[in-house]
């Protein structure tokens, strides 16, 4: 016959996952970061499920407006859904103009500096690796259009700057900021 302590090993770890994907409304989302340590568990998925939206608004980046009028790119204000540096659709049309313009039109030969940033509901170190993996993933995509690595200088503010105090504030902190560089 097993012993309380025994049953206890087997069950707890099943709990733990039952209520770790309750927490996370049933799904998990894949994302870019890999924290190393217990201590950069992002703590944004303490927030209920049900009040998190699953999609961004329109796609993951700011673009500057600089950029934006020396590119004539239309206002493109976007955001990255919560704990995620993934890419999405809405991101295609306003990133391959910052590349175009930055590769061969009014910008060619300026580099463009991505700065990643997070809502502030994370642990600091991982607040500040998930924005390093958004500026990565935009300068990534960057790459494959055309534009050079070395044209494209990438850091993490974490949530250093984050304004949010509610869903739609945190959402705003959760974009890649394209900069031009100095």
């Not at 060619?108 to 390093?132: C, F, I, K």
């Not at 958004?134 to 949530?159: E, F, H, K, M, P």
């Amino acid at each position: 016959m097993k012993t309380l302590a025994g049953h206890l090993r087997i069950v707890l770890p099943a709990v733990a996952s039952v209520l770790l994907a309750s927490a996370c409304g049933g799904e998990t989302q894949a994302h870019a970061v890999t924290p190393g340590a217990a201590s950069m568990q992002p703590r944004e998925n303490a927030q209920s499920a049900a009040s998190v939206p699953n999609t961004p608004t329109a796609a993951n980046v700011r673009i500057s407006t600089e950029i934006l009028r020396a590119c004539n790119i239309p206002d493109a204000d976007a955001y990255f859904a919560f704990d995620s540096s993934r890419l999405t659709a809405f991101d295609d049309g306003p990133l391959n103009a910052v590349a175009t313009c930055f590769s061969h039109g009014p910008l060619a030969g300026h580099h463009a500096r991505l700065v990643g940033n997070a809502d502030p509901r994370g642990a600091p170190e991982y607040n500040m690796t998930l924005g390093q993996s958004r500026a990565d993933a935009v300068a990534s995509y960057l790459s494959t259009r055309g534009l050079s690595r070395t044209a494209v200088t990438t850091t993490s503010r974490g949530a250093m700057d984050a304004t949010g105090h509610d869903e739609t504030g945190w959402a705003h902190d959760r974009r890649v900021d394209v900069l031009l560089a100095n």
